[in-house]
């Protein structure tokens, strides 16, 4: 993978990733994850369905957005000022995201890393998507500025899926760094296959794209949107 995408892999991208649990949060407020002794289990449980439902809607919107990203960069009809798409893609991330909480997260991680990416990775598209785009989407069109592809762009959503809620967990739990991370590195296969799979919406119509869901979690996410005291926006 070029060096340029692993700044945006990288966790310590200053686009604000620390302060998301990507979930994890409200299910360890929920008990749902390391009230029954079993910590780290738990959150490998939690890591894994969450590769099979965000992640996947994640890695398949952001291969999407470089894919349509690409086109619009061959097209002349996008330099005289058509739309590559950005609105169509956007209102499909809104419809696979029931729940206002999580896409309010959303919006707000896309306005921090477009931030970011207009400073590292300077291109036209970039400043095409408005100041609030979905996350992934942000993603995918700051992956093709890197020069990426959207296989690269899905790889990169799916490593966040992963990687920002293992590193909440061990803030949230207090779980041994090493144990979680040979644990990740056991989720490598599984995380290679949403890849895989995710990259193949890449040039499939818009609203192809997969509805994974997880009703649970959405409704944790409505419950920590009104607590009062958080570690994590989410």
């Excluded at 620390?18 to 890591?47: K, Q, T």
Aim: glycine share 8%; no cysteine; aromatic share 2%.
């Amino acid at each position: 993978m070029r060096q340029a995408l692993l700044l945006l892999a990288d966790s310590r991208l200053p686009a604000g990733a620390h302060a998301h649990s990507g979930g994890v949060a409200p299910a360890v407020d929920a008990d749902l994850v390391g009230g029954h002794g079993r910590d780290l289990a738990e959150v490998v449980e939690f890591l894994r369905g969450r590769l099979h439902t965000a992640g996947l809607l994640a890695a398949a919107v952001a291969a999407r957005a470089a894919h349509l990203a690409a086109e619009a960069d061959r097209s002349p009809a996008t330099a005289s000022g058509a739309s590559p798409g950005w609105a169509e893609l956007d209102a499909e991330v809104d419809a696979r995201t029931p729940a206002p909480a999580q896409r309010a997260v959303s919006r707000a991680q896309g306005r921090a890393l477009l931030r970011v990416a207009r400073r590292a990775f300077p291109h036209p598209l970039l400043d095409a998507l408005g100041t609030h785009p979905h996350h992934p989407v942000a993603l995918g069109v700051a992956v093709h500025a890197a020069a990426g592809t959207p296989a690269e762009a899905a790889a990169v959503a799916v490593a966040g899926a992963v990687s920002g809620p293992a590193s909440a967990a061990v803030r949230l739990l207090g779980l041994d760094p090493l144990a979680l991370t040979a644990a990740q590195a056991a989720l490598a296969t599984t995380a290679d296959a949403v890849v895989a799979e995710a990259a193949r919406y890449a040039d499939q119509p818009t609203d192809a794209l997969p509805a994974p869901s997880a009703p649970l979690l959405d409704l944790l996410a409505q419950a920590h949107a009104r607590s009062e005291v958080r570690l994590f926006a989410s």
